[in-house]
């Protein structure tokens, strides 16, 4: 339970060499509120089934740690306190919050069962800067009336919570030092962001997933001339609501997916000098109007995933040379778009999955020295175009989630031993194909599924030690040597070897696996229990685990 409170953070402390070695740093799960259901104040002798009386010293553990949440924290001027997803925090735990006064600087009640109620003496907290409450929905208009006098505050995030109205945002006009407010999924908020107009320091607002965000919500949003970010996805905000934003000079990161917007909102966007991070994907963009595209010069990352837009648009984007991250996922383009492309150099990240680009493309792309993550999932390229892809020293992260690649194709890209990520998930890549993995000596990620494996495919997977997540589904070929060989991994994290021929008998092999979180081995002959022992006996990190 200390783990869910900070110590104050100007006190330095080795928290780990303190009473001969006894550490003081608790996890949740190992907190002390098991004591409460480990002793009763009678029990059963096992050998004689005679009830006998407990001794005084558990006696005193049960009572302590039946009432331990009214005293352990209180008036200990912690400042900062952080209880999100901990289980059982409700009215009760408020009195000790609130009662470190003026030292309190943050809290943090996500998940909690708190209610209006239990934010009464929160008002004592005069100082304290972050308030954390999301997916409290027991919280409504009044207990927002009760924090309203909170000026220090300068975070405030609600996210998930339905009960908050209009009406009751008319308190947060008062709350002058705000800096960062989060309204995710609360949608009753229609009409109440004119109260915010008063706070002119806001910098950060997100509103998205509020479908009952119009257009009249974002006139009174042209006063916050500090807004930095404006978060407003899945709203009802069309292109005449954006021109109240353009003159938020100060924008830096505007996200507009899923909202039903042209490129004709465009024009109100080239008048924000300071926009970086513009996400306007699933929208209804199309080839007409996304020439204003050019007139974003100082962008650097761009969402169009999911867009009726062709190669016309890739011309328009030449000139964006600050570009960085670029997304075209399930987009019409094709080979002759990415010629317009070959400029960018600082292009670090590309998005092409689910598009008709091809091997011809890929020749546009050599040139990108500096691309360090690249997404070609079920695109038209083969073994051939691969080639190209072997001067770009810098990538990290490739996803090949394609069907044509084979191993002649793996082999063309041996050059590139700086990969960290490989996603061959869909490749026709076969016992042969993984010799060529021991270049990629800083893989962290792999994935290889669809059959053509067998054991002797892992032999080559084995010496790859910096592997912390690794799918091997659908490989029905693998048996419980394979395992044998994966035991050698021991930074895995998460481990699939699903729809293979591993049995019961090779779980003995991941015991060595103590990083292990999350294992799958559906359609096998495994069974939940046999999961369920060996995260009993030998992996107690194990989090997830299929079958279950």
């Not at 991070?277 to 699933?282: A, D, G, K």
Request: net charge neutral; aromatic share 4%; with cysteine.
């Amino acid at each position: 339970m200390g783990g869910a409170c900070s110590r104050k953070r100007d006190q330095q402390t080795n928290e780990d060499n303190v009473h001969g070695g006894v550490s003081r740093r608790y996890s949740k799960s190992g907190s002390s509120k098991w004591l409460g259901t480990s002793f009763s104040r009678a029990y059963v002798d096992n050998k004689d089934g005679k009830a006998i009386c407990p001794s005084l010293m558990e006696l005193c553990i049960y009572k302590i740690s039946e009432e331990i949440y009214q005293y352990a924290f209180q008036d200990c001027a912690l400042q900062d306190i952080n209880l999100g997803e901990y289980p059982g925090v409700d009215d009760a735990w408020m009195d000790i919050i609130c009662s470190q006064g003026s030292s309190l600087l943050s809290a943090d009640l996500s998940g909690s069962d708190v209610t209006d109620s239990g934010l009464f003496h929160m008002k004592d907290c005069k100082n304290v800067e972050a308030l954390n409450f999301n997916f409290c929905d027991q919280i409504s208009d009044v207990g927002l009336g009760r924090i309203s006098g909170l000026s220090n505050l300068t975070t405030l995030s609600l996210k998930r919570n339905s009960s908050i109205t209009a009406k009751g945002m008319s308190v947060l006009s008062g709350l002058i030092n705000l800096l960062k407010l989060d309204l995710e999924r609360c949608h009753g908020v229609h009409g109440g962001l004119v109260h915010l107009r008063g706070l002119k320091k806001l910098e950060a607002l997100n509103i998205n997933c509020c479908n009952c965000i119009t257009d009249a919500d974002m006139k009174p949003l042209s006063e916050l001339t500090n807004l930095k970010e404006l978060q407003i996805s899945c709203s009802k905000v069309t292109d005449h609501g954006v021109t109240f934003l353009k003159g938020l000079h100060k924008l830096a990161l505007l996200n507009m997916e899923r909202c039903p917007i042209t490129a004709a909102c465009l024009g109100s966007l080239s008048d924000i000098v300071a926009l970086l991070y513009l996400n306007v994907s699933r929208s209804n963009l199309t080839d007409n109007g996304c020439d204003k595209f050019s007139k974003l010069k100082s962008l650097k990352v761009l969402n169009l995933g999911f867009n009726d837009i062709s190669d016309a648009v890739l011309a328009h984007l030449k000139g964006l040379i600050h570009l960085e991250s670029l997304n075209l996922d399930s987009c019409r383009i094709g080979d002759e778009g990415l010629v317009h492309l070959a400029g960018l150099d600082h292009l670090k990240c590309l998005e092409l999955s689910d598009t008709e680009v091809g091997n011809n493309g890929l020749r546009h792309l050599s040139g990108l020295v500096n691309l360090e993550s690249l997404n070609l999932s079920f695109t038209i390229i083969t073994d051939g175009g691969l080639r190209y892809l072997a001067k770009l020293s810098s990538l990290r992260s490739l996803n090949l989630d394609v069907r044509q690649i084979t191993d002649a194709g793996l082999a063309a890209l041996t050059s590139l031993t700086g990969l960290t990520h490989l996603d061959l998930f869909c490749a026709k890549i076969t016992d042969n194909g993984t010799n060529y993995l021991r270049n990629f000596k800083n893989l962290r990620s792999l994935e290889i599924c669809g059959g053509g494996l067998t054991d002797a495919g892992v032999k080559n997977i084995k010496n790859l030690q910096s592997l912390m997540l690794l799918n091997l589904s659908q490989n029905n070929h693998l048996t419980d040597k394979s395992l044998e060989l994966i035991s050698e991994l021991t930074q895995l994290v998460s481990l699939n070897v699903s729809s293979s021929r591993v049995t019961s008998a090779g779980l003995q092999h991941l015991t060595k696996l103590k990083n292990l979180k999350s294992l799958s081995l559906e359609s096998t002959k495994v069974t939940a229990n046999d999961i369920k022992r060996l995260h009993e006996s030998h992996l107690p990190d194990l989090m997830t685990f299929r079958p279950e």
